[in-house]
């Protein structure tokens, strides 16, 4: 019943909530919101859960290597996204996804080695991503049905990566882990509703993110055989959004919209949608 719960309400709630806070604050901050193990975490849990704790840090050491294969998918969707729609750009973050996790699947590292393999794909994926051009543009509020489909599709995307983890084995269920589960769901919106800068705002956000990621799965992987399942999500958890507060507060760069610059926006584009 807790794995279910976990399952259910965690992952969709937290895409629903990264897409609320990048609605408010701009697309950077969403993506540092976003590049929280928001996915990632839940399903090393019900690995934690359903397979006890020795599977679940052998996994959170393949998610680390698989961080290098979500930020791929990141770059080709971010380098893609200004000649092709979004479902091509999707398709082809995904095969390069699924590249680069059979190239991890043969390796067996220690977590320390599997970490700095993470910061230094992230570091790599940063200069090779584009930069947005211009500044942000008002936006439309998005229709009713935006939150319930985001939400929806990270919960199919969930059940698939858990159901299948236990004939996987834990280094190849970890390396699944941090499939783009909520980095699709976000890019793939952004991308269709605001354009190819916002998506790219998003991006850059989420990859200096990952970060946090990383510092997640490294610390569950060496406290699983000794801390019970709690102490060490928990030990986890707390880590990971220290080291996201501190990105969020030296996000104030230029490209970096400030909240109340954020509100001017939305608020040009509300009075020129009464104005029409």
Known sequence: ???????????????VCASLVARRYGPRIGGLVGGLPVVAGPILLVYALDHGRAFAADAATGTLLGVVSLAAFVVVYGR???R?????????????FGAATVAFSALSVSPIVALGFAITGLVVALAWLPRAHGDPQPYDPPPAWDLPLRAGCALVLVLALTGVAGWLGPRLSG?????????????????????????LRLLRGMLSGFGAFALFCFTLAVTLPSLDIAASFGLATTLALLAQAAMIALSAQPGTLSRASWWRIRSRSSAKRVAS
């Open 175 to 199: 390396l699944l882990a941090p499939f783009p589960v909520i980095t699709t769901v976000l890019a793939t919106f952004t991308h269709a509703q605001r354009g190819t800068d916002e998506l």
């Open 80 to 82: 893609l996204a200004g």
């Open 84 to 96: 092709y729609f979004w479902g091509a750009c999707m398709l082809a973050g995904w095969l390069m």
């Open 1 to 15: 019943m807790t794995t279910l719960a976990v399952k259910l309400l965690l992952a969709p709630s937290f895409v």
